[in-house]
Nanobody, 119 residues
């Protein structure tokens, strides 16, 4: 199971930290990605952290503002979001990718957490 938390309402320029807590499996065995979907828009890949070496990747739209990290002891992946913009408003999901590389199929998803950024 993957459970996201940490969403909420924040003013533009503010920060939020999302959490993706895993249960029933060892999070470090999978790549974990963060995705988002705004109303009327397609789902967008935001960031990913690989399983093998913890290497990270980011969408251009969030690079330099968002940071993905993981705490293997807590079996949790985080997404620190700074300098938030109204266009970051979306439902944010985390998902696991069995191959561990961030380039494969994401086959298990959390329920999502809503992020709203006001201007």
């Amino acid at each position: 199971q993957l459970v996201e938390s940490g969403g909420g309402l924040v003013q533009a320029g503010g920060s939020l930290r999302l959490s993706c807590a895993a249960s029933g499996f060892t999070l470090g065995s999978y790549a974990i990605g963060w995705f988002r979907q705004a109303p009327g828009k397609e789902r967008e890949t935001v960031s990913c952290i690989s399983s093998r070496d913890g290497s990270t990747s980011y969408a251009d739209s969030v690079k330099g503002r968002f940071t993905i990290s993981r705490d293997l002891a807590k079996n949790t992946v985080y997404l620190q979001m700074n300098r938030l913009r109204p266009e970051d408003t979306a439902v944010y999901f985390c998902a696991q990718e069995l191959g561990g590389t961030c380039r494969g199929v994401y086959d298990f998803w959390g329920q999502g957490t809503q992020v709203n950024v006001s201007s």
